[in-house]
Protein backbone atom coordinates (compact mmCIF):
# COMPACT_ATOMS: atom_id res chain seq x y z
CA UNK A 1 0.00 0.00 0.00
CA UNK A 2 1.04 3.61 -0.32
CA UNK A 3 2.23 5.79 1.94
CA UNK A 4 3.63 8.91 0.08
CA UNK A 5 7.37 8.16 1.61
CA UNK A 6 10.14 8.28 -0.61
CA UNK A 7 14.21 7.29 -0.79
CA UNK A 8 15.94 9.90 -3.06
CA UNK A 9 19.48 8.32 -4.05
CA UNK A 10 21.45 9.75 -6.72
CA UNK A 11 25.05 9.27 -6.99
CA UNK A 12 25.97 10.50 -10.71
CA UNK A 13 24.11 12.33 -13.39
CA UNK A 14 26.08 13.43 -16.18
CA UNK A 15 24.59 15.16 -19.51
CA UNK A 16 26.71 13.19 -22.60
CA UNK A 17 29.28 14.93 -24.58
CA UNK A 18 27.38 16.52 -27.48
CA UNK A 19 28.24 18.61 -30.37
CA UNK A 20 31.96 18.67 -29.85
CA UNK A 21 31.31 19.64 -26.06
CA UNK A 22 32.40 17.23 -23.18
CA UNK A 23 30.12 15.87 -20.85
CA UNK A 24 28.89 17.78 -17.84
CA UNK A 25 28.43 16.40 -14.73
CA UNK A 26 25.21 17.41 -13.52
CA UNK A 27 24.33 15.68 -10.03
CA UNK A 28 26.35 13.84 -7.50
CA UNK A 29 25.73 12.61 -4.03
CA UNK A 30 22.10 13.00 -3.55
CA UNK A 31 20.77 10.78 -0.67
CA UNK A 32 17.43 12.37 0.80
CA UNK A 33 14.46 10.30 2.48
CA UNK A 34 11.24 12.44 2.28
CA UNK A 35 8.45 11.43 5.11
CA UNK A 36 4.71 10.97 4.07
CA UNK A 37 2.67 14.17 3.72
CA UNK A 38 5.66 16.49 3.88
CA UNK A 39 6.38 19.47 1.76
CA UNK A 40 9.61 19.52 0.37
CA UNK A 41 11.10 22.67 -1.30
CA UNK A 42 14.60 22.32 -3.33
CA UNK A 43 15.99 25.58 -3.64
CA UNK A 44 19.05 27.20 -5.48
CA UNK A 45 20.52 28.96 -8.44
CA UNK A 46 19.05 28.60 -11.52
CA UNK A 47 21.10 26.23 -13.36
CA UNK A 48 21.90 23.64 -10.82
CA UNK A 49 20.21 21.08 -11.44
CA UNK A 50 16.68 21.00 -9.34
CA UNK A 51 14.43 20.22 -12.58
CA UNK A 52 16.62 17.28 -13.41
CA UNK A 53 16.22 15.80 -10.17
CA UNK A 54 12.63 15.87 -10.35
CA UNK A 55 12.78 14.77 -13.10
CA UNK A 56 14.66 11.16 -12.06
CA UNK A 57 12.17 11.26 -9.40
CA UNK A 58 9.18 11.32 -11.71
CA UNK A 59 10.85 8.53 -13.75
CA UNK A 60 10.86 10.57 -16.67
CA UNK A 61 14.83 10.39 -16.79
CA UNK A 62 16.17 6.72 -16.10
CA UNK A 63 19.74 7.68 -17.38
CA UNK A 64 21.42 8.32 -13.67
CA UNK A 65 23.39 6.38 -11.25
CA UNK A 66 21.41 5.92 -8.23
CA UNK A 67 17.70 4.85 -7.53
CA UNK A 68 14.28 5.97 -6.17
CA UNK A 69 12.27 3.64 -4.14
CA UNK A 70 8.50 4.91 -4.04
CA UNK A 71 6.97 3.86 -0.39
CA UNK A 72 4.81 1.33 -1.53
CA UNK A 73 4.11 -0.40 -5.33
CA UNK A 74 0.86 1.32 -5.84
CA UNK A 75 1.89 5.00 -5.72
CA UNK A 76 0.35 7.31 -7.55
CA UNK A 77 2.46 10.30 -8.65
CA UNK A 78 1.29 13.75 -10.23
CA UNK A 79 3.53 16.29 -11.86
CA UNK A 80 2.76 20.03 -12.31
CA UNK A 81 5.21 21.72 -14.71
CA UNK A 82 6.17 24.92 -14.93
CA UNK A 83 3.69 25.47 -18.16
CA UNK A 84 -0.01 24.77 -17.48
CA UNK A 85 -0.29 22.30 -20.30
CA UNK A 86 -3.66 22.43 -20.70
CA UNK A 87 -4.97 21.05 -24.19
CA UNK A 88 -6.43 24.13 -25.79
CA UNK A 89 -9.00 22.34 -27.84
CA UNK A 90 -10.75 21.41 -24.67
CA UNK A 91 -12.71 22.90 -21.74
CA UNK A 92 -11.28 23.40 -18.67
CA UNK A 93 -13.39 20.43 -17.51
CA UNK A 94 -12.20 18.21 -20.10
CA UNK A 95 -8.38 18.81 -19.34
CA UNK A 96 -9.25 18.17 -15.78
CA UNK A 97 -11.16 15.33 -16.68
CA UNK A 98 -8.31 14.16 -18.54
CA UNK A 99 -6.55 13.13 -15.38
CA UNK A 100 -8.95 10.90 -14.39
CA UNK A 101 -9.65 7.37 -15.93
CA UNK A 102 -13.25 6.87 -17.59
CA UNK A 103 -16.39 6.60 -14.98
CA UNK A 104 -13.76 7.60 -12.27
CA UNK A 105 -16.06 8.53 -9.56
CA UNK A 106 -13.79 11.50 -8.80
CA UNK A 107 -15.77 13.06 -12.21
CA UNK A 108 -18.34 13.84 -9.71
CA UNK A 109 -15.62 16.01 -7.64
CA UNK A 110 -14.46 18.06 -10.71
CA UNK A 111 -17.11 21.22 -9.82
CA UNK A 112 -16.21 21.53 -6.57
CA UNK A 113 -11.92 20.87 -7.20
CA UNK A 114 -12.79 24.13 -9.47
CA UNK A 115 -14.85 26.03 -7.04
CA UNK A 116 -12.09 25.41 -4.49
CA UNK A 117 -9.51 26.91 -6.75
CA UNK A 118 -11.38 29.71 -7.66
CA UNK A 119 -12.37 29.10 -11.48
CA UNK A 120 -16.37 28.17 -10.43
CA UNK A 121 -18.47 29.07 -13.51
CA UNK A 122 -15.31 28.55 -15.69
CA UNK A 123 -15.21 25.20 -16.48
CA UNK A 124 -16.94 25.46 -19.77
CA UNK A 125 -14.15 27.79 -21.20
CA UNK A 126 -11.16 27.03 -23.38
CA UNK A 127 -7.79 27.91 -21.90
CA UNK A 128 -7.37 31.10 -24.60
CA UNK A 129 -9.93 32.37 -22.74
CA UNK A 130 -7.94 32.47 -19.54
CA UNK A 131 -5.02 34.55 -17.61
CA UNK A 132 -2.21 32.46 -17.08
CA UNK A 133 -2.95 32.77 -13.73
CA UNK A 134 -6.28 31.50 -13.79
CA UNK A 135 -4.74 28.63 -16.09
CA UNK A 136 -2.45 27.29 -13.67
CA UNK A 137 -5.10 27.38 -11.17
CA UNK A 138 -6.60 25.10 -13.41
CA UNK A 139 -3.43 23.05 -13.66
CA UNK A 140 -3.60 22.74 -9.54
CA UNK A 141 -7.24 21.53 -9.94
CA UNK A 142 -5.97 18.91 -12.39
CA UNK A 143 -2.92 17.95 -10.12
CA UNK A 144 -5.09 17.45 -6.93
CA UNK A 145 -8.36 15.79 -8.50
CA UNK A 146 -6.16 12.33 -8.90
CA UNK A 147 -5.33 12.37 -5.32
CA UNK A 148 -1.84 11.93 -6.12
CA UNK A 149 0.37 9.96 -3.08
CA UNK A 150 3.27 12.16 -3.87
CA UNK A 151 3.29 15.40 -6.34
CA UNK A 152 6.09 17.06 -8.16
CA UNK A 153 5.71 20.91 -8.71
CA UNK A 154 8.24 22.25 -10.70
CA UNK A 155 8.26 26.82 -10.68
CA UNK A 156 4.18 26.40 -11.25
CA UNK A 157 4.35 29.81 -10.34
CA UNK A 158 7.30 31.46 -12.07
CA UNK A 159 7.00 34.40 -14.24
CA UNK A 160 3.47 35.91 -12.54
CA UNK A 161 3.05 38.97 -11.07
CA UNK A 162 3.84 39.23 -7.42
CA UNK A 163 -0.06 39.49 -6.18
CA UNK A 164 -1.40 36.53 -8.54
CA UNK A 165 2.01 34.52 -7.22
CA UNK A 166 0.98 34.73 -3.40
CA UNK A 167 -2.51 33.68 -4.40
CA UNK A 168 -1.73 30.86 -5.98
CA UNK A 169 0.67 30.19 -2.91
CA UNK A 170 -2.29 30.89 -0.43
CA UNK A 171 -4.22 28.57 -2.46
CA UNK A 172 -2.06 25.79 -2.51
CA UNK A 173 -1.52 25.90 1.19
CA UNK A 174 -5.21 25.46 1.56
CA UNK A 175 -5.41 22.72 -0.94
CA UNK A 176 -2.61 20.63 0.53
CA UNK A 177 -3.87 21.62 3.99
CA UNK A 178 -7.32 20.17 3.06
CA UNK A 179 -5.66 17.01 1.45
CA UNK A 180 -2.30 16.53 2.73
CA UNK A 181 -0.07 14.96 0.27
CA UNK A 182 3.89 14.47 -0.21
CA UNK A 183 4.90 17.78 -2.51
CA UNK A 184 8.50 18.19 -3.71
CA UNK A 185 8.36 21.62 -5.09
CA UNK A 186 11.06 23.52 -7.20
CA UNK A 187 11.90 27.29 -6.80
CA UNK A 188 14.52 29.66 -7.03
CA UNK A 189 12.61 31.94 -4.61
CA UNK A 190 13.47 31.92 -1.20
CA UNK A 191 10.39 33.84 0.38
CA UNK A 192 8.11 31.43 -1.51
CA UNK A 193 10.34 28.22 -0.22
CA UNK A 194 10.09 29.37 3.50
CA UNK A 195 6.17 29.99 2.78
CA UNK A 196 5.36 26.74 1.52
CA UNK A 197 7.62 24.13 2.77
CA UNK A 198 7.72 22.12 5.87
CA UNK A 199 11.71 21.65 4.86
CA UNK A 200 14.18 22.70 2.62
CA UNK A 201 16.38 21.19 1.13
CA UNK A 202 18.83 23.85 -0.98
CA UNK A 203 21.17 22.45 -3.80
CA UNK A 204 24.89 24.01 -4.45
CA UNK A 205 27.49 23.85 -6.76
CA UNK A 206 28.18 23.28 -10.42
CA UNK A 207 28.28 19.41 -9.99
CA UNK A 208 25.36 20.17 -7.40
CA UNK A 209 24.66 18.40 -3.98
CA UNK A 210 22.52 19.17 -1.21
CA UNK A 211 23.95 21.28 0.89
CA UNK A 212 21.54 22.61 3.39
CA UNK A 213 18.87 20.54 5.07
CA UNK A 214 16.68 22.37 7.35
CA UNK A 215 13.20 22.43 8.69
CA UNK A 216 10.59 25.15 8.63
CA UNK A 217 9.18 26.52 11.95
CA UNK A 218 6.57 28.21 10.98
CA UNK A 219 2.86 27.51 12.15
CA UNK A 220 0.23 27.05 9.39
CA UNK A 221 -1.21 30.94 10.52
CA UNK A 222 2.52 32.79 9.99
CA UNK A 223 2.69 31.11 6.52
CA UNK A 224 0.80 33.88 5.54
CA UNK A 225 2.20 36.70 7.61
CA UNK A 226 4.73 38.32 5.98
CA UNK A 227 6.78 39.27 8.91
CA UNK A 228 6.97 35.91 10.28
CA UNK A 229 8.26 34.50 6.46
CA UNK A 230 10.70 37.10 6.47
CA UNK A 231 12.16 36.43 10.16
CA UNK A 232 12.19 32.16 9.41
CA UNK A 233 14.04 33.13 5.53
CA UNK A 234 16.58 35.11 7.34
CA UNK A 235 17.08 32.49 9.95
CA UNK A 236 17.24 29.74 6.91
CA UNK A 237 19.56 31.27 4.83
CA UNK A 238 22.20 33.31 7.48
CA UNK A 239 20.70 36.55 6.36
CA UNK A 240 21.32 39.20 8.66
Given at each position: ????????????K??????????????????????????????G??????????????????D???????G?R??????I????????????????????????????????????????????????????????????????????????????????????????????????????????????????????????????????????????????????????????????????
Amino acid sequence: MADGSLRIRVARKVFPAAGGRPEHPVLKDIAIDIAPRSFVVITGPSGCGKSTLLNIIAGLDSDYEGEIVLGGRDTKVGYIFQSPRLLPWRTVYENIALALPDRDPRHARIEEMLSQVGLAGFGSQYPERLSLGMQRRAALARGFITEPDVLLMDEPFVSLDDPTAQALRELLIGLWTRRPTTVIFITHDRTEAVMLGTRILRMSGANATISQDEAVRLSPSERTDPAAVLAEERRIFHEA
